[in-house]
């Protein structure tokens, strides 16, 4: 049955800094094994709720990506890993890995962003979490950060000022 706004995927990414496997697992039992609850347009239109995420894609770097695919393999959900192509682009293997992946998540996709265990404030992202938010948010996707206290709190989908380094030149 299709859910009109849904989309059984999230896409699950963060600092390399995240070591603890708990607190990766708790913020995603909370966020991906509970079904969202019904809306009002379910309701009316004698729809099912939108089930729990079934599918997880993720970068595979070192931290946050490798304890969520764990996770995913302990509670048998499906995770597509895209990891970056280091030797070929170098530096700029993550941004380009993350322009590639986020365009292909279907609308209303979760994007799950842990911050680093120093983290206060959006500003505190590591600069590859800070882009995969800004390309997250650019196509309207749901983003949630997952704070090292374990707070989870969404990023309302604002305009956002454009990267510095994606400027025209000259201006």
Request: net charge positive; charged share 15%; with cysteine.
């Amino acid at each position: 049955m299709s859910h009109p706004n849904y989309s059984p995927i999230a896409f699950v990414f963060g600092s390399r800094k995240i070591v603890e496997f708990a607190h990766v697992a708790c913020a995603l039992d909370q966020l991906l094994l509970t079904p969202p609850p019904a809306s009002n347009y379910h309701l009316r239109h004698q729809l099912a709720p939108p089930p729990a995420i079934s599918e997880v894609w993720s970068g595979a770097a070192p931290g946050a990506d490798r304890l969520a695919a764990r996770w995913c393999q302990l509670n048998g959900i499906t995770v597509r890993e895209s990891p970056a192509k280091w030797k070929v682009s170098a530096r700029r293997a993550g941004i380009l890995r993350t322009c590639m992946l986020v365009p292909m998540l279907p609308p209303n996709s979760l994007c799950v962003c842990f911050a680093p265990p120093e983290a206060r404030q959006l500003s505190d992202l590591t600069p590859g979490s800070r882009h995969s938010v800004r390309e997250c948010q650019k196509r309207y996707q749901r983003v949630l950060i997952v704070w090292p206290d374990g707070d989870i709190r969404p990023i309302v989908n604002t305009p956002i000022s454009p990267s510095p380094f994606l400027t025209p030149l000259g201006r």
